[in-house]
């Protein structure tokens, strides 16, 4: 079992800045890929960005590149996601998410273990 814990979200204006971490107890990472997902109030759960578990591949939504970077520090056994240049349409509950020997897709059913998410909001 893999229980995932998500922080550092908040509030932040359009254009600011925020570190979302995601600790991992119960296993290390460093077997697993790590995605992070996001579902604003009335939509569906969407994909926002991921990472292998081996060589560290990562992948992003369109409307992130550029913008968002995923991390792991196989070490701390926690994975990040920096978010740059904030925009209104940002807001969401962050969710990560593992998968074990993933390749770090965009796919929400590979994932196995889930966190409860933590709230971002980007005012205008």
């Known amino acids: 079992q893999v229980q995932l814990v998500e922080s550092g979200g908040g509030l932040v204006q359009a254009g600011g800045s925020l570190r979302l971490s995601c600790a991992a107890s119960?296993?290390?990472?460093?077997?697993?890929?790590m995605g992070w997902f996001r579902q604003a109030p009335g939509k569906e759960r969407e994909f926002v960005a991921a990472?292998?578990?081996?060589?560290?591949?990562?992948f992003y939504e369109d409307a992130v590149k550029g913008r968002f970077t995923i991390s792991r520090d196989n070490a701390e056994n926690t994975a990040y996601l920096q978010m740059n240049s904030l925009k209104p349409e940002d807001t969401a509950v962050y969710y990560c998410?593992?998968?074990?020997?993933?390749?770090?897709?965009?796919?929400?059913?590979?994932?196995?273990?889930w966190g409860r998410g933590t709230q971002v909001t980007v005012s205008s």
């Open positions: 998410a593992a998968d074990r020997y993933g390749l770090g897709t965009g796919y929400a059913d590979e994932y196995e273990y």
């Open positions: 119960g296993r290390t990472l460093s077997s697993y890929a």
């Open positions: 990472i292998s578990w081996s060589v560290g591949r990562t």
